[in-house]
């Protein structure tokens, strides 16, 4: 199939979309051929302005002021869209700013694609609603069928996992509920080049590296997946009619050791901690 012929005609709703993996979705469906509704909360926002210098934008892209907890207006930014890619979620462990923003939107943004007959919604989750378990054996292979444990998030404080955990249960309820067809991307801790201006979450985790700020590394192992194939995994997602089901993106493991030693190679000129 010509990749053309998919995005043919169609508009798709993106919400969020100024953050990082959004951007780089952003990017690939206009590259692609599709007309895009970007939701934004402020369309005139310096920060967001990269959007408007991405291939096709000025031809395919408007961005709609739009909040998560604002339904109205989510139903008007997703009106007329033929899908819709859901990543706009908080990114704090602040419990107040995290849970119930991230559970009242995906229920808007559900309810909001029931009403206009969207064809699918790609919800952003992440692989921190998934492997959160003390209780699950070490020899047990995580895998989509896995949830972090509400619990345990909850008396460490793991607001963003426990928020994560919730807004995620929550699509799935009311898409059935809805009659929605919903697929969901669980990626790990995401890399890449930065469209947007500024630095986002997980950029942070290895600029403390390069800054000096953190002196030692933990004795931790993590799961890495570059922004790109992020973005291309949610469209080949939302392209493939037979795909359902929850999606994890999580293609290498690394210690934090490893990385260290990476970045060393990389920018041996920066304090890098060797311990």
């Known amino acids: 199939m010509h990749v053309e012929s998919v995005a043919s005609g169609q508009t798709v709703c993106v919400t969020g979309a100024g953050g990082f993996i959004?951007?780089?979705?952003?990017?690939?469906?206009?590259e692609r051929g599709y007309t895009v509704k970007g939701t934004v909360r402020n369309p005139d926002?310096?920060?967001?302005a990269h959007l408007k210098e991405l291939g096709g934008a000025k031809e395919r892209l408007t961005l709609c002021r739009a909040d998560l907890?604002?339904?109205?207006?989510?139903?008007?930014?997703?009106?007329?869209?033929?899908?819709?890619?859901?990543?706009a979620s908080p990114m704090t462990n602040d419990p107040?700013?995290?849970?119930?923003?991230?559970?009242?939107?995906?229920?808007?943004?559900?309810?909001a694609a029931a009403e206009d007959k969207v064809r699918r919604v790609v919800l952003t989750s992440s692989i921190g609603a998934v492997y959160m378990d003390p209780k699950r054996s070490r020899d047990v292979v995580v895998d989509e069928s896995c949830w972090s444990d509400l619990e345990f998030c909850k008396n460490t404080k793991?607001?963003?996992?426990?928020?994560?955990?919730?807004?995620?249960?929550?699509?799935?309820?009311?898409?059935?509920?809805?009659?929605v067809d919903l697929v969901v991307v669980n990626p790990s801790l995401v890399f890449g080049h930065l469209l947007q201006p500024t630095i986002n979450i997980?950029?942070?985790h290895i600029l403390k590296y390069l800054t000096g700020?953190?002196?030692?590394?933990?004795?931790?192992?993590?799961?890495y997946v570059h922004a790109n194939d992020v973005a291309l995994a949610h469209i080949l997602i939302y392209e493939t009619p037979s795909a359902s089901g929850r999606y994890l993106c999580a293609p290498h493991v690394l210690h934090r050791?490893?990385?260290?030693?990476?970045l060393y190679r990389l920018f041996p000129q920066y304090p890098i901690p060797t311990k």
Do not use: R
């Open 96 to 111: 107040e700013q995290m849970v119930e923003p991230a559970v009242k939107g995906a229920k808007n943004v559900i309810i």
């Open 22 to 30: 959004a951007s780089w979705i952003v990017k690939h469906l206009l």
């Open 45 to 48: 926002d310096p920060k967001n």
């Open 257 to 262: 050791g490893e990385v260290v030693q990476i």
């Open 213 to 223: 700020s953190a002196k030692t590394y933990a004795n931790s192992v993590h799961a």
């Open 202 to 204: 997980s950029t942070l």
């Open 69 to 87: 907890l604002d339904f109205q207006s989510l139903k008007e930014a997703i009106n007329g869209c033929d899908g819709v890619f859901h990543t």
């Open 158 to 179: 793991n607001w963003y996992c426990y928020g994560k955990v919730v807004a995620e249960k929550a699509a799935w309820e009311m898409a059935k509920e809805k009659g």
